[in-house]
């Protein structure tokens, strides 16, 4: 059945994104917020089809009502929530007529909605969070599947940031750029847009059923460990993630999972955290930068890190192929040389033809020492190569996940690929580095009695075969 629902839903996105300019994110992330219960919120200026996707979304679902109301200061609790009920109020209780109204709908678009007063808002908040409305002196169960608010901009107060943190989702809309100008254009010639048919259209059967397989997807252990870092980075960014919202996300993760036919999530699911953390366009921005660098990236094996120990081994080579020892003859005494050792002392005097005293002479190795180097560098060959191998198959999996994501933003699917394809190449010239070194290491002057026998390299899998 899933793969029939993957298809249904890929067939649902193509229709909703048709005459849509730029709008391929806000299409599948309003549609995934629907289908994990979840709510959206669009910000940016009037005019950028904030209301149309609205519309749009509401059509995929099947026998779904639909309301829509724009908001200012001087709306009323009557505009969202229905008149008050006459032969209620003639019986002393204060009902309202909801038939038709918000606590009716399955699909909400409420425009401008931080302008409603503190009285709307609060009463939006049980609405939202729990689908139930206090009607008089009873709750009324609402068959809210999903809203989606549109505002200029979020208002910093208590009451306000406390409704803004009911929107999941949470997505600035810009103007058309400058590369889709053109598009637009065209696309406003044609005002014809035919909804899903019934064959592609979804009833509550297939949300229960989606969210069913939903709740047996697995959060792998990686999964969570790179959640749980990017918690704490977000201690020093600010930004602040309640433990109900990082509930949500996870939530809404498994369901991307499950529409997929997913057992479990995946690291790449990650790269829709910007738009669910995050409050604003900037804030969004920090947070893609920091996934882009960081997935698929091991921070214990990381390019900067064993450059690190790359370096180190480099560093002792030079002072091994540096160092001196003092150089004694058979009886014991310091040589003595003549015109060699007065170059290198620079007499300037015409003193090279005096015998010298001979104090030092380049150091030379046994095999042992050499073969304890040449296995302590070959260990870290391994370890490159192994890391090499693990990020070409992180690669691998990216490409693949991409080309089956119904939900992945493809900015930062690229950006994310990139970093994985510049930590390849980094890992590639270590590898050569650590090569040179041990070269290095085998090339140190031996000792008189050396018989020439050296440890064999370690024939590693070629990288660019990894």
Known sequence: MQATLQARLKGIIDILESGLVERRQSVRLCLLAALAGEHTLLIGAPGTAKSELARRLHTVFRDASYFERLLTRFSVPEELFGPLSIKALEEDRYERHTAGFLPDASIAFIDEVFKANSAILNALLTLLNEREFDNGAGRQRCPLISAIGATNEVPEDEVGDAFFDRFLVRLPVAAVSDDGFGALLDAGR?????????????????????????????????????????????????????????????????????????????????LLLPWLTAPDAARQAMVADWLAARLG??????????????????????????????????????????????????????????????????????????????????????????????????????????????????????????????????????????????????????????????????????????
């Open 190 to 270: 044609s005002r014809d847009w035919a909804p899903p048919g019934a064959a592609l259209t979804l009833d509550r059967g297939d949300l229960a059923a989606l969210a069913a397989q939903a709740a047996a997807v697995e959060l792998p252990a990686e999964f969570v460990a790179v959640l749980a870092e990017l918690r704490r980075h977000f201690a020093s960014a600010p930004i602040h993630v309640s433990d109900r919202r990082w509930v949500k996300i996870a939530w809404l993760l498994r369901i991307a999972a499950a529409s997929e036919d997913r057992s479990a999530v995946s690291l790449w699911d990650l």
């Open 297 to 466: 990236v091991r921070e214990a094996f990381s390019p900067a890190r064993l450059t690190r120990v790359v370096e180190a081994f480099e560093g002792q080579l030079q002072a091994e192929i540096r160092a001196n020892d003092l150089d004694y003859d058979e009886a014991g005494r310091l040589r003595f040389s003549s015109v060699e050792l007065a170059e290198e002392v620079g007499d300037a005097k015409g003193g090279a033809s005096a015998a010298r005293m001979k104090y030092s002479r380049r150091r030379r190795y046994g095999d042992a020492h050499i073969g304890a180097r040449l296995r302590q560098i070959d260990s870290l060959a391994e370890r490159i190569a192994a890391y090499a191998r693990e990020i070409a198959a992180r690669q691998a999996d990216l490409e693949d996940f991409a080309q089956s994501s119904l939900w992945l933003n493809e900015g930062l699917t690229a950006r994310a690929a990139a970093n994985l394809a510049s930590t390849a190449a980094a890992i590639d010239e270590l590898a050569a580095r650590t090569q040179a070194a041990r070269k290095g290491f085998v090339e140190l002057p031996r000792l008189e009695h050396d018989d020439g026998k050296l440890p064999e390299p370690v024939d590693h899998e070629p990288l660019d075969a990894a």
